[in-house]
């Protein structure tokens, strides 16, 4: 039974890889880490190719709870008017504590 999707560490890929390398074959390496085969064959090519075992690729993902216009707006609202200030982050803080 494989485990629930989730990302590997940098340990963990670094250990695939190292295992790969020791010449164990994919089919030894998934039964020893409870990992799928396509996620060991896709670590074990990428580090073929580029040499690094990390993956600190951009992923898709829960956007920030702050765009960059309601920074802008926070840090004007602060320097110009506290109570303005203090007013637009309680109700932001409000709205972020449901989620």
């Known amino acids: 039974m494989m ?3 989730r990302e590997l560490t940098d340990f963990e890929r670094g250990m695939l890889v190292g295992a790969r ?11 020893e880490f409870n990992i799928p085969r396509s996620t060991v064959s896709r670590v ?3 580090y073929e190719i580029s040499g690094i075992t990390s993956h600190h690729g951009q992923r898709s ?10 920074r802008r707006r926070l840090q004007r609202d602060q320097k110009t ?4 200030f203090t007013d637009r982050t309680t109700s932001l803080a409000a709205t ?3 989620t």
Do not use: F, K, Y
């Open 3 to 5: 485990t629930a999707r």
């Open 21 to 31: 390398r020791m010449d164990h074959a994919i089919s030894e390496i998934v039964r």
């Open 44 to 46: 074990c090519r990428e």
């Open 61 to 70: 993902g829960r956007q920030p709870a702050l765009n960059d216009r309601d």
């Open 81 to 84: 008017d506290s109570n303005a």
């Open 96 to 98: 972020l504590v449901g």
